[in-house]
């Protein structure tokens, strides 16, 4: 049957490398693996099986991102705690770990485990004893070491807020602002992906690419039904625009009202998730906003952009803006 969730995108990360760090008792062999090359088909994926010993793990890891030079580091869980601290490059720390030996105390990570994924050297099991333990904690509290101004904007930490295995959100933030929730357990399937990690795998290669996509801003207003939940076909619209735009959600200023702005805030992360972090303009001047198109139900003077009006004849439903986006193909 043919997967819902998981699409192909050969654009991104086009002729780059990633390096992919498993978290803890996992290996280079996991199914996050197999994601990230079906995904992205024309990006070489090194994810090695690390050692055990978390120093013998850091070491490994230094030596291959000198070797490969990788455009991007994705690090789950243990995984996320050791690719915080490869200063140097692009990474995203997926739910880290940043107290590792605290979590493995917690859940019963000691004695012996049973690695999750088959393991290139063959060995099935591990032993975790204290002294394993105080290593891990060694290693993690070499945490943000070296964290600069630069390194604060190459990192992002994407955390699920149905995480029951850690939750070092509010640590993370405090280093590096681009701390996003989405909605998700601590591992990841293959929606969560798609929906959180994808969009910043795309931010991080625009960037990288000096890559500039036309401008969608969208009025909150055209969103919501009668019920404040999402418009039929409203979120499916917004993740298609995303593949060949800039979308920015665009709301009332309420700045004389704190509750209505946290309000807006929270339904946008509810129902547009990590598609809204960062992209989401409270303002009552749109006609000053400079971009490619414009989608709302208000009558905006002098716009800058190309007005659509959403429930017009024209673009009467979701599937109609779709259908017309698609005609354009990216422009």
Avoid at 26 to 32: C, H, L, R
Wanted: charged fraction near 25%.
């Amino acid at each position: 049957m043919e997967n819902p969730y998981v699409k192909q995108y050969p654009e991104l990360l086009e002729g780059k490398t990633l390096i992919y760090v498993h978290g803890f008792g996992s290996s280079g062999q996991s199914g996050t693996v197999t994601r990230l090359r079906t995904v992205f088909p024309n990006t070489k994926v090194v994810a090695p099986d690390l050692p055990v010993d978390p120093f013998e793990a850091m070491t490994l890891l230094k030596q291959l991102c000198a070797d490969e030079q990788p455009s991007l580091i994705l690090g789950t869980s243990m995984g996320g705690m050791y690719t915080e601290q490869l200063y140097g490059f692009d990474r995203i720390c997926m739910n880290p770990a940043m107290c590792i030996a605290d979590t493995m105390q917690a859940h019963g990570m000691t004695g012996t485990q049973t690695f999750q994924n088959p393991r290139l050297d063959g060995v099935n099991q591990f032993y975790v004893d204290k002294a394993l333990v105080k290593a891990y904690r060694t290693v993690s509290e070499q945490r943000f070491a070296n964290v600069s101004d630069e390194e604060r904007q190459r990192v992002y930490g994407l955390f699920g807020d149905r995480d029951e295995v850690v939750d070092t959100f509010d640590m993370f933030q405090q280093h590096y602002p681009n701390a996003i929730h989405f909605h998700g357990e601590h591992r990841m399937d293959d929606r969560s992906f798609m929906h959180s990690v994808v969009p910043v795998i795309r931010w991080i290669d625009d960037r990288q690419e000096k890559r500039e996509r036309p401008i969608v801003y969208i009025g909150v207003e055209c969103l919501w039904d009668d019920y404040k939940k999402p418009a039929s076909s409203s979120q499916k619209t917004v993740r298609q625009l995303i593949e060949k735009y800039q979308v920015f959600f665009v709301a009332p200023s309420s700045s004389s009202c704190p509750a209505e702005y946290a309000e807006m805030v929270a339904w946008l992360q509810e129902y547009f998730d990590v598609m809204a972090w960062g992209h989401t303009i409270f303002t009552n001047q749109r006609h000053l906003l400079y971009g490619d198109y414009l989608i709302e139900k208000m009558q905006t003077r002098d716009s800058m952009a190309t007005r659509l009006e959403f429930g017009s004849d024209t673009f009467k439903t979701w599937e109609a803006v779709l259908d017309y986006f698609s005609l354009l193909g990216g422009q």
